[in-house]
């Protein structure tokens, strides 16, 4: 154990690339040690060769691998202080083409995965009264034509972490969200990585043709460099939740303000929608109360 890190240790989920990297070397950086979880070997031997890291073999699907990963936290005798919930997968398509498999391996990544890491995590968290950090989208806000599976995970993520907040209150712990616009990461070439090795059975109700097709809208709109930013910002957001003396329930982290305007508009449009032409619909100035009422609740 070296005693001149910060004695807060972090754990990181897909700590190898994107936003789980950045946030490592922030962290790092700062003299917080971090248990970085990664998946692949080489991975991990590329981890262990930054300052106050240790790399853990860690598919957040295998839970043989995460118990391992805890017996080695509680072996190091630094305890833990905060867990971030970052790795995850995108899944992308029309939801008609999408197999019962295909759905399952998405939420067993986005959303199962994090509460098998918080399930796990929990025992060592509760005794530093420590933080949890997961790392949603404004895809928990927004959904789209062939963004709805995405979506569907990070919608989950966001009802669990709005009910976690609650349930480890007594506990004196903490759990934010994370909802950052587009970055630049790994995750759109994986995506596609992942489309091309796909077994032609993988998508259903579609002719050979309207997959290609499918594929060919996903691999333009995935796998090009659109000059998204480096994920500092979100690093920067993540380190909020986990020390900040009063950290916030929801990080939105736009990319530009563009995509912080279209969260804030999908959740008006939402609010109306509900409110819209029914016996206990309210009128605009009640809305307006309405919004001063939860103005003063927020701050
Ligand atoms: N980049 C963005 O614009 C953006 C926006 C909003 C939200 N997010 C979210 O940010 C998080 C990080 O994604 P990223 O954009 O930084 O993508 P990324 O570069 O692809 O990183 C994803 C990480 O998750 C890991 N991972 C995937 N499946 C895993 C599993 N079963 N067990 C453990 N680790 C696994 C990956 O490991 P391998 O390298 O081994 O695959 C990788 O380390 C995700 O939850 C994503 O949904 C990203």
Redesign the pocket.
């Known amino acids: 154990m070296n005693d001149s890190t910060n004695l807060k240790p972090i754990l990181i989920?897909?700590?190898?690339?994107?936003?789980?990297?950045k946030t490592l070397e922030l962290l790092t950086d700062k003299g917080y040690f971090v248990y970085a979880?990664?998946?692949?070997d080489k991975?991990i031997e590329e981890l262990n060769k930054l300052p106050n890291t240790l790399a853990i073999k860690?598919?957040?699907?295998?839970d043989e691998q995460i118990k391992q990963a805890i017996k080695i936290i509680k072996e190091e005798g630094r305890g833990l202080y905060g867990l971030v919930?970052?790795?995850?997968?995108?899944l992308v398509g029309s939801i008609i083409s999408t197999s019962m498999e295909m759905m399952k391996d998405l939420f067993?990544?986005?959303v199962f995965?994090p509460h098998r890491m918080t399930l796990a995590c929990f025992p060592l968290l509760r005794k530093s009264k420590g933080r949890i950090v997961n790392?949603?989208?404004?895809?928990g806000i927004l959904t789209g034509r062939i963004l709805g599976l995405?979506s569907m995970s990070?919608h989950a993520l966001e009802a669990y972490s709005d009910t976690l907040i609650q349930n480890v209150e007594d506990f004196d712990m903490n759990v934010s969200l994370i909802?950052?616009?587009?970055?630049?990461?790994?995750?759109g070439s994986?995506l596609i990585e992942k489309m091309r090795n796909e077994e032609e059975s993988y998508r259903i109700n579609m002719t050979s043709a309207q997959k290609k097709q499918q594929f060919k809208e996903i691999e333009e709109g995935f796998s090009a460099d659109h000059g998204?930013p480096e994920?500092f910002k979100?690093a920067e957001a993540i380190f909020d939740a986990l020390f900040s003396e009063k950290p916030k329930p929801r990080y939105l982290v736009g990319?530009n303000e563009e995509e912080v305007k279209w969260v804030i508009k999908r959740m008006f449009v939402e609010m109306l929608q509900l409110n819209h032409n029914h016996e206990y619909s309210f009128d605009r100035d009640s809305l307006i109360d309405i919004m001063d009422e939860s103005i003063s609740e927020t701050n």
């Open positions: 989920t897909g700590a190898n690339s994107g936003i789980g990297r979880g990664a998946r692949k991975d860690l598919d957040v699907t295998d919930n970052n790795a995850g997968i995108a067993e990544v986005n995965g790392i949603s989208s404004i895809s995405y990070k909802e950052p616009g587009n970055f630049k990461s790994d995750i994986n998204f994920p979100v990319g």
